[in-house]
């Protein structure tokens, strides 16, 4: 069972560049979401989605930029690169509905220099 | 504004010694309060879902439990292999939106 998964598991940016982090899932779940993990800092949503061509923004969503046209993909589009993107960003989905939890991946490790 | 609070932000126990973690919320109308294990290097992995006060479940070494305010993981004569960063996050009635606190990294000491 893959679950969640994401590609790269790292990768380092100069300042100015731009990347697509990718996410694909085979739960056929509805609900997807792209959180960034810095320490201390806990999980902070960047944007969910709650189903294909349906976007949101979450918390921190600047400089970010996602898609969502089909349900298994919800790729992560960062233009021009800023040293503040420097983070573990996962990708999460959920079947939606009352209190169905999240299934993660297990993460890219992004380093902008 | 939902907000997530976990104490203690770290913990280091013996082999055997049990304790608790805490984690308390505020939330407009809970959905469910939802306990994850995070491992170095690996994404959140789901342990409980729980949805009112009063509610509890357990899972081997480990039982969560809910009041109007706060949820408690309770650790029973833990293992090595429990060492983990522990998550605790909410999801509000009013929205699609999952909240999580900072966690408690969990260490236990042969």
């Known amino acids: 069972n893959a679950g969640v998964t994401q590609t790269p598991k790292f990768r380092i940016l100069k300042i100015g560049q731009s990347m697509t982090l990718q996410c694909t899932q085979d739960m056929n779940h509805n609900y997807m979401y792209w959180y960034r993990q810095d320490p201390g800092m806990g999980l902070k949503l960047i944007y969910y989605?709650?189903?294909?061509?349906?976007?949101d923004k979450g918390e921190v969503p600047n400089g970010y930029n996602v898609s969502r046209s089909t349900t298994e993909d919800f790729p992560l589009r960062l233009e021009l690169a800023a040293p503040s993107q420097t983070s573990v960003y996962f990708c999460a989905s959920s079947k939606g509905g009352t209190s169905s939890p999240l299934h993660f991946g297990n993460g890219t490790r992004l380093t902008v220099t | 504004e939902d907000q997530v609070t976990q104490s203690p932000e770290a913990l280091r126990l013996q082999e055997g010694e049990s304790s608790s973690l805490n984690c308390s919320y505020t939330v407009s109308g809970l959905r469910g309060l939802f306990w994850y294990r995070q491992d170095p290097g690996k994404g959140p992995e789901f342990l409980f879902t729980l949805y009112s006060a009063g509610e509890e479940k357990e899972k081997e070494r480990l039982k969560a439990t809910i009041t109007k305010k706060e949820s408690f993981l309770h650790i029973t004569a833990p293992k090595p292999e429990d060492s983990a960063t522990y998550l605790c996050a909410v999801q509000a009635n009013t929205g699609n939106q999952f909240y999580f606190g900072t966690g408690t990294s969990l260490t236990v000491i042969p």
């Open positions: 989605s709650v189903g294909a061509g349906i976007t």
